[in-house]
């Protein structure tokens, strides 16, 4: 069974970074997908990041390429998101979150079917304020 934790969840200002931190458990293989979904109050859970381990393919929304970037520590079970340049709608709370599949299967969930992942964390809360 994967389990995650997140951590790292802060309150900044407008135009400073914060680094995300998710440790994994369970992740018995490399056919996994690993990433962040974010969700605002009243909003659905929208998928931010992923990071496919089987080859290290990367995804990014529109929101926050060029912005976040997704890395794993395999060393230290740690999957991680480097946020910079951070927007006052970049607040909401972030999930950490795993799914078994293919890299189409997962980038697809992570871009459209959040509700199909299968393994959540508890959530991380960002604030950016002006």
């Known amino acids: 069974q994967v389990q995650l934790v997140e951590s790292g969840g802060d309150s900044v200002q407008a135009g400073g970074s914060l680094r995300l931190s998710c440790v994994t458990s369970g992740v018995t293989d490399t056919r996994y997908c690993l990433g962040w979904f974010r969700q605002a109050p009243g909003k659905e859970r929208e998928g931010i990041a992923g990071?496919?381990?089987?080859?290290?393919?990367?995804y990014y929304n529109d929101d926050v390429e060029g912005r976040f970037a997704i890395s794993r520590d395999n060393s230290k079970n740690t999957l991680y998101l480097q946020m910079n340049s951070l927007k006052p709608e970049d607040t909401p709370m972030y999930f950490c979150?795993?799914?078994?599949?293919?890299?189409?299967?997962?980038?697809?969930?992570?871009?459209?079917?959040?509700?199909?992942?299968?393994?959540w964390g508890q959530g991380t809360q960002v604030t950016v304020s002006t």
């Open positions: 990071f496919y381990l089987n080859g290290g393919s990367t």
């Open positions: 979150a795993a799914d078994r599949g293919t890299y189409v299967e997962c980038m697809t969930k992570w871009e459209r079917r959040s509700a199909e992942v299968g393994a």
